[in-house]
């Protein structure tokens, strides 16, 4: 493979005659190249908050991220989040998020994690939103025509904008159509005005929807006919209870859509799309294997080869930015990971190289990442991060954030609280009343 500049130039078995006195030549023998890999679906605001509750449910999320945490957040604390996740992102070979950013509270806040993902040198999607609870000032989504003119008037660049849509409406949807916004939101059972959106005519190719469990056949054909690109969400579904326990990725591919994975948040687990793999190619099998017990009609049990599809040129439908990433072809970005197979877990080396990368790679197996043809890592190391100072700073913006809620009060009582919260701090926000 050639790349020259931030492009992939050529693919073929012999390149020798394209290299020039300049090209850098590298052996990489001894590895499997992937593209980069695409998150369909984060919330990056929250890194600092990685584990801090390992076994919540969807209450306690919102409760611990939305309701004591979120409204004490300062726009610097909003960077660390963005910069944690997108260096953890790097390291772990996902080059490109779309930030589902729903913790916009200020026009500083905005700028704030714009900055910090441009600082971070991944490619990202950026769709901002207003937050779920607490007060705030940023005037959404008509401050996204603020942020369009600073910060993304040139189509050459490493980060998009759209709006996120925690609560998709008809009024929503319009601002977007006639401001020119595509958007991403949160689609699910618990959308109960999804005829009137359908109905509305405004559901477009411009719309990529998370989650997707519990929708109703005339949405998934809705979801069809439009376009639209959908991702599921392999651990945080069965993880927060967010009603089937199943993703609803054989209902996508049932309607011709090729979906895309995502991670939703590290609160209870961590960002790291080999395991998403891994654990989306087990329950679509499981639950082919059980639809063709029953006797419905076959269902194909996905292949490794399916589940690389899906975090790559499937994200890259969700990030729209299809035919521009998430495959290795000549035209492409060179958004780039490689797997060193050298491991004592990935010997003796299988023939299949799908199988190796999803059934037996870990995240200590990827040791180069190129992002827009530039190394973000490379022999195992990120580089141009300093990992102390900005491990230093999370865990500074993760102490004040505790600290600044226990003395706020702020909480939400549940009926069950969790046993393995970090510390006493978070165990006594959860049980105290407030929300």
């Not at 859509?257 to 891994?278: C, K, Q, V």
């Not at 490379?378 to 580089?383: D, G, S």
Request: a negative charge; proline letters at 4%; charged letters at 20%.
């Amino acid at each position: 493979m050639l790349i020259v500049g931030d492009r992939i130039e050529a693919v073929a078995g012999d390149l020798s005659e394209a290299a020039g006195p300049s090209t850098i030549c590298v052996d990489m023998s001894d590895s499997i190249l992937l593209p980069g890999l695409v998150d369909s679906h984060v919330h990056a605001w929250e890194g600092q908050l990685r584990g801090i509750c390992p076994d919540a449910d969807f209450e306690n999320y919102l409760a611990l991220a939305h309701g004591a945490f979120g409204p004490r957040y300062r726009p610097e604390d909003i960077a660390v989040g963005q910069k944690i996740t997108a260096a953890h992102a790097l390291n772990a070979g996902i080059t490109t998020i779309v930030d589902n950013s729903h913790n916009s509270r200020t026009p500083q806040h905005c700028d704030a994690a714009v900055e910090a993902l441009q600082d971070a040198g991944i490619r990202a999607v950026f769709c901002v939103g207003a937050p779920l609870m607490g007060e705030h000032s940023c005037r959404l989504p008509a401050d996204a025509l603020r942020l369009r003119d600073e910060y993304f008037s040139s189509t050459d660049q490493l980060l998009t904008l759209r709006l996120f849509d925690i609560h998709p409406t008809v009024e929503s949807w319009t601002f977007a159509a006639d401001n020119e916004f595509d958007l991403c939101a949160e689609m699910g059972h618990w959308v109960t005005n999804l005829d009137e959106l359908i109905d509305s005519g405004l559901m477009s190719a411009g719309h990529t929807y998370n989650h997707c469990v519990g929708i109703s056949e005339r949405g998934w054909k809705a979801f069809s006919d439009n376009g639209v690109a959908v991702n599921v969400v392999p651990r945080s579904e069965p993880q927060f209870g967010l009603g089937e326990a199943f993703p609803s990725v054989i209902e996508a591919e049932q309607h011709g859509i090729g979906p895309g994975i995502s991670s939703d948040n590290e609160i209870a687990y961590g960002l790291d799309l080999l395991t998403e793999m891994r654990t989306l190619l087990y329950q679509q099998r499981q639950r082919a294997y059980e639809l063709s017990f029953a006797g419905h009609a076959s269902v194909r049990p996905w292949q490794p080869i399916d589940v690389i599809t899906a975090a790559t040129s499937g994200g890259a439908r969700n990030a729209g930015l299809d035919g521009i990433v998430g495959a290795i072809a000549p035209g492409f970005k060179a958004d780039l990971i490689s797997i060193d197979t050298n491991a004592f877990h990935l010997r003796p080396r299988a023939d299949d190289a799908a199988g190796t990368v999803v059934n037996f790679a870990a995240l200590t197996d990827i040791d180069v990442v190129f992002v827009d043809g530039n190394v973000r890592k490379w022999a195992h190391e990120l580089t141009d991060t300093d990992m102390g100072y900005l491990l230093a700073r999370a865990d500074e913006s993760r102490a004040y954030l505790i600290d600044q809620a226990q003395k706020a009060g702020a909480g939400a009582r549940l009926d069950r609280i969790s046993a393995n919260t970090e510390n006493a701090a978070v165990r006594n926000l959860l049980s105290q009343t407030g929300h």
